[in-house]
């Protein structure tokens, strides 16, 4: 198992956009809380092995990863692919309680729909699957074992849904997971993937094109801001 990888991947911290329930852009900084949750998972990291931090070039997500690598001493790379999936442009800065925006979000969101389904100008599911392809691609290819990326609410939940269930994904799929499992602002999801496993599974699969290595092993470890929480709680190793 010496190539396997474990990849955490970090919600960015609460944004006063957030505490309102506001759809947001690529603009945007921490709230206080947001700043404070940032610190809390860094604090958490000073216990856990990393060996680079990437991050989505969102300025939430950026100034998340700053805050966590000025405690644990790791570069930041920004890489585009981490970003959140891009929101019509008729509902950024605008409350999700607003009776038009949350028509398009039933539509686009909360609703059963055909994976290439296009409001306006978003990325729609199939975008976003494609992407997230890419992206496990590109932390395959990495030389890192240990990786941490910040990334957003949405594309986080295209990222687990599409582990869990490879070229399968479908958007009725992630309607489904999105109703079912809540994302925190700084809440922590592990990932692992081992390569050595793709032969065995392909094998009783018998689809080349299942996302096979990959498994969800954490969802959402939202640990509470309080100093008698476990930093290290998601430290596997620890768990031996």
């Not at 306006?120 to 890192?144: G, M, W, Y």
């Not at 689809?207 to 939202?222: F, Q, R, S, T």
Request: proline share 5%; aromatic share 10%.
């Amino acid at each position: 198992m010496r190539d396997k990888k474990q990849v955490y991947f970090v919600r960015h911290g609460e944004t006063p956009l957030n505490a309102k329930n506001f759809r947001q852009g690529r603009q945007g900084p921490l709230s206080a809380l947001g700043r404070e949750q940032a610190a809390f998972v860094g604090e958490r990291f000073t216990k856990i092995p990393v060996d680079i931090i990437f991050s989505s070039p969102y300025e939430r997500a950026e100034e998340t990863a700053r805050i966590i690598a000025s405690k644990i001493d790791k570069k930041v790379e920004v890489i585009e692919i981490l970003s959140e999936r891009r929101n019509p442009h008729e509902i950024i800065g605008r409350s999700s309680e607003d009776p038009e925006v949350a028509t398009i979000l039933d539509r686009i969101d909360r609703s059963f729909h055909t994976n290439d389904l296009r409001y306006s100008d978003e990325e729609n599911f199939s975008d976003l699957k494609d992407r997230t392809n890419k992206l496990l691609r590109f932390l395959e290819a990495r030389p890192e074992k240990q990786i941490l990326c910040i990334t957003h609410h949405i594309f986080l939940r295209c990222v687990a849904g599409y582990i869990e269930k490879g070229e399968k994904f479908t958007a009725n799929d992630f309607a489904k997971f999105t109703f079912l499992n809540p994302l925190n602002n700084a809440g922590i999801t592990l990932c692992t993937y081992e390569p050595e496993f793709r032969g065995f599974f392909r094998k009783r699969q018998l689809d080349p094109h299942e996302n096979l290595g990959w498994k969800l092993v954490i969802w959402n470890d939202y640990g509470r801001i309080d100093p008698k929480t476990e930093p290290d709680s998601l430290n596997p190793s620890e768990k031996k």
